[in-house]
């Protein structure tokens, strides 16, 4: 079983929808985050979260939002989906002691809003 | 504003040669750098990483160079391998808010050619 689990793998959905992106972990790291990939720009963080009471907006928060729902679960919003929300997502979560600030990924969502 | 930058979207080197990909970061606060490897459908995987008080770190065929003088580093695969095939992204982390937090590339897809 994978470390870093993200629900679902693909989802295609319609402009103006809600929809909800799951994370969970078995790492037992307190660091969560969300990051979404598009061709040419790498990985843009969205939101993170160093424990269940801390939400912080990344560098690209607006139109989405966050839940820690527990110290391994993290999920992400789109409160109303548009199309240039099409893009891979995925959750990382890190250990705080972890000098490197190594992240762990999951597999990614693709998702696309049409 | 891009604050790490890889320029070559793509790379392709002959199986056995020295794949060398480069990246370039703007910030003299980073004080940690990594690199992450990624297969189709699957999350970005640690690969190597560096501090910022050495200049290099080697790992089997893996090695990676920090010229902070330039604000460049690199990362040398030797020799190269079919495997080797995947999209790298370079990351750079630094201190914000008491804790580390890592800005990625735009990634450069390497191709292996037997």
């Known amino acids: 079983d994978a470390d870093v689990t993200q629900t679902p793998r693909n989802r295609i959905t319609k402009t103006g929808k809600r929809i909800m992106l799951e994370c969970s972990q078995t790492?037992?790291?307190?660091?969560m985050y969300w990051y979404r990939q598009d061709p040419g720009l790498g990985l843009r963080l969205i939101y993170y979260s160093f424990d269940v009471k801390d939400i912080n907006k990344g560098e690209i928060s607006d139109g989405y939002s966050v839940s820690r729902q527990a110290q391994a679960k993290f999920s992400l919003s789109l409160e109303s989906a548009i199309p240039n929300q099409t893009a891979l997502y995925f959750c990382?979560?890190?250990?705080?002691?972890?000098?490197?600030?190594?992240?762990?990924f999951g597999q990614g969502t693709r998702l696309t809003v049409v | 504003d891009q604050q790490v930058k890889q320029n070559s979207p793509s790379l392709s080197v002959q199986e056995g040669r020295i794949s060398i990909l480069n990246c370039d970061y703007t910030n003299s606060m980073f004080d940690y750098f990594l690199w992450y490897k990624k297969y189709p459908a699957e999350g970005p995987t640690f690969l190597i990483s560096i501090s910022s008080i050495k200049d290099k770190n080697e790992d089997g065929r893996f090695t990676v160079f920090l010229n902070k003088s330039a604000k460049h580093l690199s990362l040398h695969i030797v020799p190269s391998q079919p495997g080797d095939s995947a999209v790298y992204f370079c990351a750079a982390s630094a201190k914000y808010q008491g804790a580390q937090k890592l800005v990625f590339g735009q990634g450069t897809r390497l191709t292996i050619n037997p």
């Open positions: 990382a979560t890190s250990d705080e002691n972890h000098g490197a600030a190594e992240a762990f």
């Open positions: 790492k037992g790291h307190d660091r």
